[in-house]
């Protein structure tokens, strides 16, 4: 792949930060974005993407590897990258005794180029809210502000770190907006994020990762397919499954791929669930057991991680021990 053709190349990517013992962060990370992709970064809190992404943005200096971006190094080219590059960090915080038109008018001073006030707040639907102050804005409004903040200079590369955390499904759909209509420029964006359906429904392709490094890369069709089945069934019984029954019969239903118990739920991928329902039923009332629950639905991204990892993306977030650098704030 020409580097011309890409946005984003780092190869061997790695952060330690000292301490008895070491905590590595990042260890490996190799990634090749084209120009006017739409990467997505997944994984769990303490899984490394945002110390990957601070690493990529500039932030924070590796201890090993090579990063080029937009075919610059930023030990060679901070401030051409700079202009060329918008980012919308994790938590943003920004003024509240300023207004919406003040705060965009601060970061477009930043760029020797970009876009107007006007339009800038077009894209991210706040022109009636230009004069408001911004601690009178509701929290996805300060979303999309902090995203307009990113835009203002017309990027060619737009970080979004969690853009819609928190934020309820009319807002997060606007961010969604913002993005397509970013791509449809032909501009690459990379994006983290803990929602599977953001990532299927934005992303060219997407990185998952675990404890420092890149598990899973490729498409969402590509890496649901490597499940090696379409479907999920999830049900619980009135028994507890967590006890040392033998379970192993329901790896024989048909098309059964996999089978994990977690929590008190079963969870099973399977080539065709219509085929596997009729034998479940009669396997569960032969073992004198009853359902409590049932639910079937086609396979996602979550369950591609499951199976890498062993647990659910929410689980791993709280549970995660690895730990990151703390995300800077925007000025």
């Known amino acids: 792949m020409s580097s011309k053709s890409l946005a984003i190349s780092c190869e061997g990517v790695t952060k330690t930060y000292p301490g008895k013992p070491p905590v590595k962060a990042v260890q490996g990370v190799d990634l090749q974005i084209q120009r006017g992709e739409c990467f997505g970064v997944l994984g769990p809190n303490g899984a490394g993407k945002t110390t990957t992404i601070e690493i990529l943005e500039g932030l924070l200096p590796p201890t090993a590897g090579s990063v080029h971006i937009l075919g610059m190094d930023w030990r060679t080219h901070e401030a051409d ?93 606007q961010i969604w907006d913002i993005v397509r209509s970013f791509r449809e420029q032909e501009k690459t964006v990379m994006i983290t994020t803990h929602y599977m359906e953001e990532a299927e ?41 967590s006890r040392p029954l033998p379970y192993d019969w329901l790896q024989e239903l048909p098309t059964v791929e996999q089978v994990d118990i ?23 009332d032969r073992r004198g057991l009853a359902l409590t629950s049932l639910t079937t639905r086609h396979a996602s991204l979550e369950d591609v991680f499951v199976q890498l990892t062993g647990r659910q993306l929410n689980e ?16």
């Open 201 to 241: 429904r934005l992303c060219d392709r997407v990185a998952i990762f675990d404890q420092g490094r890149v598990i899973a890369l490729g498409t969402p069709n590509e890496l649901i397919a490597s499940l090696g089945a379409e479907h999920v069934i999830e049900f619980t019984v009135n028994d507890d499954p």
């Open 81 to 173: 990258i700079r202009q060329r590059i918008g980012v919308s960090l994790q938590e943003t915080q920004l003024s509240d005794r300023l207004s919406v038109a003040e705060t965009l008018s601060l970061f477009r001073s930043f760029y020797n180029d970009g876009l107007t006030l006007n339009e800038s707040l077009q894209q991210v639907s706040l022109t009636d809210k230009a004069s408001a102050w911004v601690k009178n804005l509701s929290g996805g409004q300060k979303q999309r502000l902090s995203v307009a903040c990113a835009v203002v200079g017309n990027p060619d590369l737009l970080f979004l770190d969690e853009p819609t955390t928190g934020l309820d499904p009319s807002s997060r759909r």
């Open 316 to 331: 791993a977030a709280r549970k995660s021990t690895t730990t990151e650098a703390p995300t800077m704030e925007a000025l």
């Open 262 to 284: 977690h929590h008190g739920e079963i969870r099973m991928t399977a080539g065709e669930s219509h085929t596997v329902l009729g034998p479940l039923f009669e396997q569960l």
